[in-house]
């Protein structure tokens, strides 16, 4: 089962749902937390682009930022009608 994560950040810290995905990863010795993240910077990612391409795999979406960047996030999450896709909206305001 490959794993993949979509960040984006511009700083080293990490976020809490890394942290959670983090250990997650661990029960799969065979693939590293790096291997396994891809980071966008400067630039929001392909968001259709990438789970259009990961139809058969399972993957998690964390949205965390202005509520409208989170809605249009869940719009395209929503548009893909499939049982391994968990999306997650984090607000801390």
Sequence with gaps: METTQIRTTEISTPSLASL???TELESHPHQSFLQATAVHLGQRP???KILSERK????GVYASGPRMMR???AAICSSFSADNLHFESISFS
Excluded: D, F, P, T
């Design 56 to 59: 058969e795999e399972k993957v």
């Design 46 to 48: 392909n968001l259709e």
């Design 20 to 22: 959670v995905y983090k």
């Design 71 to 73: 809605q249009e996030v």
